[in-house]
C-alpha cells in the first residue's frame, strides 16, 4: 500500500473502492471467479523463491521445505474449490407445495458483497485453522503463509464477493510481501490486502461491511461482533479453546502417545487452535499412558529437545514470557513429570508433560496454547467427561478408546466445534467437513463448500403463474372461503381443486 | 425471572431434549394446543389487532399447523448424521457431521403476527433438541399473555417457558448468557440485541425488515391484470393492514400505466372492502402516529389519490394510495408498516432495477411481469431476502424455501429443515481406528518423510502407494 497511515478516512475510501468494484457486477461471472483462484494458485507457485527469500537466517533447510509444503495445502484449497465451483453456484430447485400451485421454486446462491476477512491482531498466531496443522510443525516466518488464511479468502472470492484481507501481523515480512505480490495476480480492484494490527483493524472494523470473519481469540471476537452489531454486519468467528484428550485404558497405547504427541507438539510445539490442550484420564491408567508419552518424546526430539531440529520455537517473547508465567506459578511448578527446560535467548521451551495440575491454575484456565501439557486424573472415566461438560466448549475434542459405547456417548454427549475419536487434527484436513467452533470456540464453519457458504446468501426465488387464483384468500371472507383456505393450508388435493376452478366465485 | 433461567438450564442439561420421543412429543402437543386453543388465538388476535379469523387462520394459525406437521414428518431424518467423505489417505476412517442442539436459546417475536413469529421458531428449536424461553412482543398482550398461559400446558414447562414483559424484561433477559438468539422485529433493537450478544458470544439470527418493493410490468391479459391487483392487495392490507414485514411496501410502475393501476386498485379496495371490518387495526397509538406523521407534510398528502381517513380512536387508517410522493420524504426513506402505498412511476420498467439497488436490501422484491429479460435482471442484479415473480406474500408458506434477510433485512434463514438447521450445531466427527500407522506423519523428519507428505496432501494416490509399498509398518 501507498505510505502514510492507514486511517478512518483511507479505510473509508478502500470500502467506497470495493463496493463501486462490486456494484459493477465483475465478481459475479464464473470466469472472473476461477481466474481469481487460478491467479492466486499461480502466485503461490510463482512466487515461492520470493516468499522464501523473505525467510530469516536461522531458518535450516527442513525448514523451507516445511514451507514448500504449507504452499501446496493452499494450493490445494485453490484447486478443490476449482473444481467445485461450478456445483456450488448452480442454482438448487426445491420442490414448491400444493398450497401455492402452480409455482416454481429455486434457492440462488449469491455474494453477500464485499468482506473483511481478519486475521488475529492480539494474539497473532491464533489461526493456524484452514486445510489442516503442519504435520512438519516448524515455526518459521514462512509458515506465516498459512497463517493468511488463504481459505477464507477462497471461499469469499467464490462466492463472487470483493474482499479485504488483513493478515495478521505477526510476521510482517511475510505480510507485505504477499501484500506487495497478490494484488499483481489477480484483480486488485476487488481483492485488497491491508496490514498493519490494532489501528489499522479498528479503523476497518467501524466501515460497513456485508460479512466479516475473523480468527483469532475471544476478547477481539467480542469487539468485532460489536463492531458488525452497528451495521448489522453477519460475522463468523474461529476462535479457540482448550481442547480436551480423554484416553481410555482401552487404547493400543504405543499409537494413541504417538498421535497425541504429534497433534500436540508437531503442530507448532503446540501453538495451533485445534492442538491438544491437556488430557484427562483414570489415576489407574495414567502411569502408562505418562511412561509412553515420555518414550515417545525421547523418540520423536532425542534427549535435549531443546536442540532438536524438528521443535518449533514460541512466536515470540510475550507469548514465551506468558508460558514460563504459567510453569512458574508455585502451585504448578511442582507438578513438571517432564520437560520443563527453556531457552530464554532461541525462545525455545521443551515439551512438557504436569500431572495432576490443580484446576483453579491459569494453566487450567486459559488455552494454553505452547508446548505445555497438563494430564488431569480421575478415579473414573465418567468424571473426565463431567469435567469436560464444566468448561466452555471447545474447538475439538478427542478421545482414545476401542470401547465403542464409550466412543458413541462421547459423541453424543461432548459438544464441541469437531471431535475426532483415536487421532489428533486430522479432520481438519478434510474439505467435507465443516471447520469452526461452537459456543465461546466460535459462531460459523468453513473449508470447501462451507466456505463459499459462509460467504454467500441463498436468495429464495419464487415463480407462480397467473393460473391457480385462490379467491380464497381476499376477503370477504366468506364462510365457504374460509373452508377452502383451510384446506390449501393443510394440502388438501380437493381444495386445491376447488380453488382451481374458481370455487367459490365471488 | 432468574429461578426461571436456571430451572431451565439445569433441565436442558438433564439431556431430556435429546431424544427423538422427547421432541415428537413437543411438537405433537404443540399441534394439539393449536387445535384446541384455535378459538382462543382468534380471540387473542382480534383483541390485539382486530385480526379477522380467516387471516388469523391464513397467516398463523393454519401455517403452524402446516409447518408442525412438516417438522413431525422429516425430524428422524433431520437427526441423522450425514456421512461425508473422507480423503483415502485417512483410511480406514469415517467422518460424520452431526447436528447437536445449541442448548438454551432466546426468541424475541413481533407484534404483527404474535403467534405466528412466537411459535415458527419453537417448531425449529424444539426439532433440534433445545430448550427454549419465548419473549414475545408487550405490544400485543392478549396474545403474549395466550402463549404465556397455553405453553406451559401443553409443553414440558420445564423446558419451554414464556417470559412476558416489556423492554425491562427484554433486557434483563438479554443480560444473561444464551446459546442462541433469535429475533423478530426492527433494526434498531436488532443491533441492540446483536451487541448484547456479543459479550457472550453468541450466535443469533435477526429478522428484520425492509422496503418492500413490487415491480408492476406491462401484462397483455387483462385477466392477469386482474389477478396481479388482487395479489398486490393480498400483499398490502389483507396482511394486517400492512403491518407486515414481508408486505409491499411500494409499488413500481411505468408513469403511462400509473392511471390505470390506481384505478383497477381502487376498484379492488373497494370490492374486498365493502366495509372495513376485515381490516386489521393499526396495533397502538404511537404507530397511528407515526403513520399520521409520514403523510402529514403537505407535499406527501398532496399526492393521496385515494383513501387517507383516519381514526385515531378506533385505531383505523383507511387504505391509502399516494401517487409519486418525494423520494426524499420518510415515507420513502423508511419502511412503512402500515396501510399507506406510494405508487413509484418509472419511465422504463427496467429503471425499477437501480431505483431498488441504490437502496437497502429487502426482506422480499415482488415483480409483476412476464418479461424473462427482466425477470432474469431481476434474479442476478438485485439482492434481496427473497424473490417473487407474479404473486405476494406465498413464499413464506413454502417449507423447502429458507426465509429470512439480507444485509439490512437481516441474517439467518429459518422454515422447515432451514429452521431445524438454524438451531443447530454441525459437529465434525471424525473416527479413526489404531490400524494402519503411517510413521512418516512422526519426528525425527528425516529426509524421505517429506515427498511423503506433499504426496499425500496433492491427494497423489499413486506415487503414495508406490511409496507405501515400500514402506515399513
Aim: one cysteine or more; charged letters at 25%; aromatic letters at 10%.
Amino acid at each position: 500500500m501507498e505510505g502514510g497511515a492507514f486511517d478512518g478516512a483511507r479505510a473509508a475510501e478502500l470500502t467506497a473502492e470495493l463496493r463501486r468494484s462490486f456494484d459493477s457486477g465483475r465478481t459475479r461471472s464464473y470466469e472472473w471467479r476461477a481466474a481469481q483462484l487460478k491467479g492466486i494458485a499461480r502466485m503461490i507457485e510463482e512466487k515461492e523463491a520470493d516468499i522464501m527469500a523473505a525467510l530469516h537466517d536461522d531458518l535450516a533447510k527442513p525448514q523451507m521445505e516445511s514451507f514448500l509444503h504449507e504452499i501446496s495445502l493452499a494450493k490445494a484449497s485453490c484447486t478443490f474449490a476449482l473444481k467445485e465451483l461450478k456445483r456450488w453456484m448452480k442454482p438448487e430447485k426445491v420442490p414448491a407445495s400444493i398450497t401455492t400451485f402452480p409455482s416454481s421454486a429455486v434457492i440462488l446462491p449469491e455474494p453477500l458483497g464485499i468482506a473483511l476477512i481478519i486475521s488475529a491482531w492480539n494474539y497473532p498466531f491464533f489461526n493456524l485453522t484452514h486445510v489442516g496443522p503442519t504435520l512438519m510443525g516448524k515455526w518459521n516466518y514462512v509458515s506465516e503463509f498459512r497463517l493468511l488464511s488463504i481459505d477464507p479468502v477462497i471461499g469469499a472470492i467464490a462466492a463472487g464477493n470483493a474482499v479485504a484481507l488483513k493478515p495478521s501481523e505477526v510476521s510482517p515480512a511475510t505480510s507485505s510481501l504477499f501484500a506487495k505480490v497478490l494484488p499483481t495476480y489477480v484483480d486488485n480492484s476487488c481483492i485488497k490486502v491491508v496490514e498493519g494490527s490494532i489501528s489499522e483493524t479498528t479503523v476497518l472494523l467501524e466501515q460497513k461491511w456485508d460479512k466479516i470473519f475473523y480468527t483469532g481469540s475471544k476478547n477481539v471476537g467480542r469487539i468485532v461482533m460489536v463492531a458488525a452489531a452497528k451495521h448489522l454486519t453477519p460475522v463468523t468467528l474461529e476462535l479457540g479453546g482448550k481442547s480436551p484428550v480423554i484416553v481410555d485404558s482401552n487404547v493400543n497405547i504405543k499409537v494413541t502417545a504417538k498421535r497425541i504427541a504429534v497433534g500436540k507438539w508437531g503442530s507448532n510445539n503446540g501453538q495451533a487452535c485445534i492442538a491438544p490442550d491437556y488430557i484427562l484420564t483414570t489415576k489407574a491408567f495414567a502411569k502408562t499412558l505418562v511412561d509412553a508419552l515420555k518414550i515417545t518424546l525421547d523418540k520423536f526430539y532425542g534427549k535435549d529437545p531443546l536442540e532438536s531440529a524438528d521443535l518449533s520455537r514460541v512466536v515470540n517473547d510475550k507469548h514465551f514470557s506468558r508460558l514460563t508465567n504459567l510453569l512458574n506459578d508455585q502451585n504448578v511448578s511442582g507438578t513438571i513429570i517432564y520437560g520443563g527446560q527453556w531457552d530464554e535467548k532461541r525462545l525455545k521451551i521443551a515439551p512438557t508433560l504436569l500431572l495432576d495440575v490443580p484446576h483453579d491454575t491459569m494453566m487450567m484456565d486459559e488455552e494454553i496454547f505452547g508446548p505445555l501439557l497438563p494430564i488431569i486424573t480421575f478415579e473414573k472415566i465418567e468424571q473426565c467427561f463431567d469435567f469436560i461438560q464444566s468448561k466452555e466448549k471447545p474447538l475439538a475434542a478427542y478421545l482414545f478408546t476401542k470401547d465403542k459405547k464409550l466412543e458413541e456417548k462421547f459423541v453424543q454427549t461432548v459438544s464441541a466445534g469437531g471431535i475426532l475419536i483415536n487421532d489428533t487434527g486430522l479432520h481438519f484436513a478434510n474439505p467435507h467437513l465443516p471447520f469452526g467452533g461452537v459456543g465461546e470456540s466460535g459462531i460459523g464453519a468453513y473449508h470447501g463448500k462451507f466456505s463459499f457458504d459462509t460467504f454467500s446468501h441463498k436468495k429464495a426465488v419464487l415463480s407462480r403463474s397467473f393460473a391457480g387464483e385462490a379467491s380464497a384468500r381476499y376477503p370477504p371472507y366468506t364462510q365457504q372461503k374460509q373452508k377452502i383456505l383451510r384446506g390449501l393450508i393443510n394440502g388438501s388435493f380437493i381444495a386445491l381443486l376447488l380453488a382451481l376452478i374458481g370455487w367459490p366465485r365471488d | 425471572m432468574e429461578g426461571e433461567l436456571k430451572e431451565v438450564r439445569e433441565a436442558y442439561e438433564s439431556g431430556k431434549t435429546r431424544s427423538l420421543s422427547w421432541r415428537l412429543s413437543q411438537l405433537k402437543a404443540l399441534l394439539r394446543l393449536l387445535y384446541d386453543k384455535e378459538d382462543d388465538i382468534f380471540k387473542a388476535l382480534e383483541q390485539d389487532l382486530g385480526k379477522h379469523r380467516a387471516e388469523a387462520y391464513r397467516d398463523e394459525v393454519g401455517l403452524l399447523i402446516k409447518s408442525v406437521n412438516y417438522a413431525i414428518g422429516n425430524l428422524r431424518k433431520w437427526m441423522t448424521p450425514n456421512k461425508v467423505s473422507v480423503p483415502l489417505v485417512a483410511f480406514p476412517s469415517r467422518a460424520d457431521i452431526v447436528p447437536e442442539p445449541l442448548g438454551v436459546v432466546l426468541i424475541f417475536s413481533s407484534w404483527n403476527f404474535p403467534i405466528g413469529l412466537s411459535l415458527e421458531p419453537l417448531i425449529g428449536a424444539i426439532s433440534a433438541g433445545n430448550a427454549i424461553i419465548i419473549k414475545p412482543s408487550e405490544l400485543a398482550p392478549e396474545s403474549a399473555e395466550f402463549l404465556a398461559r397455553s405453553v406451559s400446558k401443553y409443553l414440558d414447562d420445564k423446558l419451554v417457558k414464556v417470559i412476558t414483559g416489556g423492554p425491562d424484561a427484554g433486557q434483563k433477559l438479554l443480560d444473561h448468557k444464551w446459546d442462541k438468539i433469535f429475533f423478530t422485529g426492527s433494526p434498531r433493537v436488532g443491533r441492540i440485541v446483536m451487541a448484547a450478544a456479543a459479550k457472550h458470544l453468541t450466535p443469533v439470527s435477526l429478522e428484520l425488515g425492509g422496503k418492500c418493493p413490487a415491480i408492476i410490468d406491462s401484462l397483455t391479459n387483462a385477466r392477469d391484470r386482474k389477478i396481479a391487483v388482487r395479489r398486490i392487495i393480498g400483499g398490502k392490507w389483507v396482511a394486517c393492514s400492512g403491518q407486515a414485514c414481508i408486505g409491499v411496501d411500494y409499488i413500481l410502475v411505468e408513469e403511462k400505466f400509473a392511471p390505470i393501476l390506481i384505478d383497477m386498485l381502487k376498484a379492488t379496495i373497494e370490492k374486498f372492502y365493502p366495509a372495513f371490518d376485515t381490516l386489521s387495526k393499526i396495533i397502538n397509538k404511537h404507530h397511528f402516529q407515526r403513520l399520521a406523521s409520514l403523510i402529514k407534510d403537505p407535499s406527501v398528502a398532496d399526492t393521496i389519490v385515494h383513501g387517507g381517513s383516519m381514526d385515531s380512536d378506533k385505531l383505523f387508517i383507511e387504505p391509502t394510495i399516494l401517487l409519486d410522493p418525494p423520494l426524499d420524504a420518510e415515507i420513502m426513506t423508511e419502511e412503512i408498516f402500515g396501510p399507506l402505498l406510494p405508487v413509484i412511476t418509472v419511465k422504463k420498467i427496467e429503471d425499477s432495477i437501480d431505483f431498488i439497488r441504490t437502496r437497502p436490501k429487502p426482506l422480499a422484491i415482488y415483480a409483476f411481469t412476464q418479461d424473462e429479460k427482466l425477470k432474469n435482471r431481476l434474479v442476478s442484479e438485485t439482492s434481496s431476502g427473497s424473490l417473487t415473480f407474479n404473486d405476494t406474500m406465498l413464499q413464506f408458506a413454502i417449507d423447502t424455501l429458507p426465509f429470512g434477510g439480507v444485509g439490512a433485512s437481516g441474517f439467518g434463514q429459518y422454515h422447515g429443515k432451514f429452521s431445524f438447521d438454524m438451531f443447530s450445531h454441525k459437529k465434525s466427527v471424525m473416527r479413526r481406528s489404531f490400524l494402519l500407522e503411517y510413521s512418516f506423519r512422526y519426528p525425527p523428519w528425516d529426509g524421505w518423510k517429506l515427498p511423503f507428505m506433499r504426496s499425500v496432501f496433492h491427494f497423489d494416490y499413486v506415487s503414495l502407494l508406490l511409496r507405501l509399498l515400500g514402506l515399513k509398518r
